[in-house]
């Protein structure tokens, strides 16, 4: 099993920057794919940002949202930056290990609020 702790969510005006933080516990962090979603009010969740367990990052993230690792740390961030009011969501952190195509493991997610 893995725990994910999300932290760093918060209100902010449109504009400001944010970083997200998950720590992982419970299996070598170093072997596992994370992953950032976020979930807005009555709408379905997205995809917003992953990194491998080897720092690739195949899939790109949102432009303005960098996605990093500390493997010493067992984190995961979240750069947000020029957030907008539409980035407003409960930010969840996800890890999967890499022989799987879906991730398994979730936070409880962190709440990020822009405002305009």
């Known amino acids: 099993q893995v725990q994910l702790v999300e932290s760093g969510g918060g209100l902010v005006q449109a504009g400001d920057s944010l970083r997200l933080s998950c720590v992982a516990s419970?299996?070598?962090?170093?072997?596992?794919?994370m992953g950032w979603f976020r979930q807005a009010p009555a709408k379905e969740r997205e995809f917003v940002a992953a990194?491998?367990?080897?720092?690739e990052s195949p899939i790109p993230s949102k432009g303005r949202f960098t996605i990093s690792r500390d493997n010493a740390k067992n984190t995961v961030y979240l750069q947000m930056n020029s957030l907008k009011p539409e980035d407003t969501a409960v930010y969840y952190c996800?890890?999967?290990?890499?022989?799987?195509?879906?991730?398994?493991?979730w936070g409880q997610g962190t709440q990020v609020t822009v405002s305009s």
């Open positions: 419970g299996r070598a962090f170093s072997s596992l794919d």
């Open positions: 996800a890890a999967k290990i890499k022989t799987r195509t879906d991730y398994h493991y």
């Open positions: 990194i491998s367990w080897n720092w």
